[in-house]
């Protein structure tokens, strides 16, 4: 069967048939890429059972249904599997990472605002990581802002109250203990917006530091959220 060159959408032919079958597969193909949201990237093995219009972006070595589409598009429509090859510059979003990407024309490339045409990148990442505070009068996080990035800021939000003999808190990292935020809430739902005036890059990775104010720590958790830019090399 015939199909349009972008999004592989099939074609009536002049004396075909059942003309509604072919022209309701398009359309489910198209309720899939259209505002395209992707179950999941990393998937190999197609789930038993999918809902209607529920799309993945197919990763080397899938199998079952999948095996052969490497790198494409499956939506689950009329009760089976329909492909789409994408394209440079196709966008959608990851449910399963919530994050936007951007096909670069082999892979989808999450976090990307711009790409030259040999690969080079600039991204927009926020890594978000829960980090429970142990007693003392600080808490190193387990989760650490990533080597080489530029940080905008960092932001946070008490999920369970902040307990011990503290007045109040800081978030920065060794050195810079209020980098951050200082006199931060104890109660949950209290938050630290930590906008830098001077975007800051580091070179390593390196964990937030939680430091106590006026007293140590006793518990509670925070939700802690690193807004960070990041850049990919040209290829060969």
């Known amino acids: ?9 099939p074609l009536l032919s002049p004396s075909q048939a059942q003309k509604h079958v072919t022209v309701n597969e398009a359309l489910a193909r198209l309720d899939g890429l259209t505002q395209m949201v992707l179950a999941s990237r990393t998937a190999t093995v197609p789930p ?5 219009g529920t799309s993945y972006a197919v990763p080397a070595g899938a199998v079952n249904d999948w095996a052969g589409w490497d790198g494409a ?7 089976g599997w329909v492909f789409a090859v994408p394209r440079r510059g196709w966008r959608g979003f990851v449910a ?3 994050v936007t990407v951007l096909h670069d024309g082999n892979v989808w490339q999450a976090g990307a605002l711009a790409l030259s045409p040999n690969g080079a990148g600039t991204f927009l990442k926020v890594d978000e990581f829960d980090h429970v505070i142990g007693a003392g009068a600080s808490s190193t996080t387990t989760g650490q802002i ?9 932001t946070a939000r008490v999920l369970v109250a902040v307990t011990g003999t503290l007045t109040a808190w800081q978030l920065g990292t060794a050195g810079a203990a209020d980098r951050f935020g200082s006199g931060l809430g104890l109660g949950a739902g209290s938050y630290a917006r930590g906008m830098l005036s001077a975007p800051m890059t580091y070179w390593g990775a390196a964990p937030l530091l939680l430091t106590a104010t006026g007293g140590e720590f006793a518990g509670g958790t925070v939700r802690i959220a690193v807004h960070s ?3 990919s ?4």
């Open 73 to 79: 598009v499956a939506t689950f429509a009329n009760g």
């Open 1 to 9: 069967m015939a199909e349009t060159s972008q999004l592989n959408l």
């Open 146 to 154: 990533a080597s080489g990035v530029m940080v905008i800021a960092v």
């Open 96 to 98: 399963d990472e919530s």
């Open 48 to 52: 038993l059972s999918a809902e209607e």
């Open 233 to 236: 090399l040209p290829g060969m």
């Open 229 to 231: 830019l990041d850049l």
